[in-house]
């Protein structure tokens, strides 16, 4: 949906993962009594000074007061207001053009985030429709303010129905409030997997979501919150840093009790089959349809004739490796490889990827689909390791030209 050609070198360098740790207040272990949520911080994700021109766009802006769709959801009294400038609509639109420019330049970046935490297993069995390791698709931006004078100060425990979300705070001077999580217990969850590298949670209601005590629901027991214990984790955020957690993740905002807090939130992948129900009667997959499913390994090693030297020479240009969908009969652009570059992907046996030549940054050249097919890459189960090479291979000199055909769509 938004399309991003700026990379912010600052960030690929100095944004690191942290990983949320929980800090229990007794020395029990409770590893085998809550379940652990799928949260990571990452710091510096945007600049201190853009987070502080972010917050004085939004105070010029305005906060507009709406109805807070989680009051909504779970059926609490509409008394309480939320403070929020909405950036972008779920359907892509961009309410507020200027704020939606100053983080434009990162949006990139933060998706590439995602993807890096991402169970791919999991993500190709939820959406195997999709290219292997795709881009998440973003799909909704909302500004939040928290307040203790205003109608919004906190928020009760609640999870997203999107697949992944990212919280980035914009400030830290502020008392009490921020983020926090819940922990679920495995006795009110007896069915959920610890391990789950290969099936999806269904849960009770079908959803996908581990079930929490209702009383957790409630701002009475959200105003209570003010430290770690052994089931809630207060994260340690800082400006520019931020949380991403994906849909089974319980969480909610405590009171602030002096200053203000800013976020900005950022939603991704907002269809997700698990908590809309579609695979609730699909989860048992039998032993021939994991057979299809394995990592495959692509490294670019096409040759060609220089014409200068004679000689067989590595392209250095890199190589678009593009996935077909044999039923639609298109394909899509997946990666480039550099010379040399191995890419790491998960697939099916019925997938088919083409290689055609990359056209050089800046220049001009034919769409992908009129471009010389260099290689067809069936996926084969019984083949893991694919080096892909030009088929005269790796002759001496350019004197034999009898190219084997390959298949064009």
Known sequence: MISSTFASLFFLIHSFPVPVLAHATDA???????????????????PKDLCKKLIKV??????????????????????????AIEVMTEEGDIMNQEIFDLIEPYILNISELIRGQ???????KLFPNELPNRMPKLGWIFYRKYAPETARSSLPPHYDTNMFTVNIALNDDYTGGGVFLIKPTFED????????????YIGEEGDGVPHVNEERTTYEWTSKQRKNSTDVLFPIVETGDAIIHNYTVWHAVAPV???????????????????NGELAENDDDDDEDDEDEFDVKLEHAFKECDPTTGKLELIEDGIEVLWVDRENNELEEHTTLSPGEVFDL???????????????????????????????????ANQTDYEIVNTVAMQEDCKITSYLDANEL
């Open 346 to 380: 998960f697939t099916f046996s019925e997938h088919v990827f083409l290689a055609v030549r990359s056209v050089p940054e800046g220049a001009s050249g034919p769409p992908l689909k009129e471009r010389k097919v260099l290689a067809t890459i069936e996926i084969n």
């Open 118 to 124: 991402r169970n791919e297993v999991l993500d190709r």
């Open 257 to 275: 009790e002096k200053g203000t807090r800013y976020s900005l939130v950022l939603f991704y992948d907002m269809h997700n089959p698990v908590v």
């Open 189 to 200: 969850n007896p069915d959920w997997d610890p391990n789950q590298e290969e099936h999806f």
């Open 58 to 83: 939004g105070e010029a802006a305005g906060f507009p007061l709406d109805f807070e769709s989680i009051d909504e959801a779970n059926n609490l009294e509409d008394t309480n207001t939320t403070q």
């Open 28 to 46: 029990t272990d409770s590893s085998f009594t809550y379940i652990e949520p799928d949260v990571h911080r990452y710091t510096n994700v945007l």
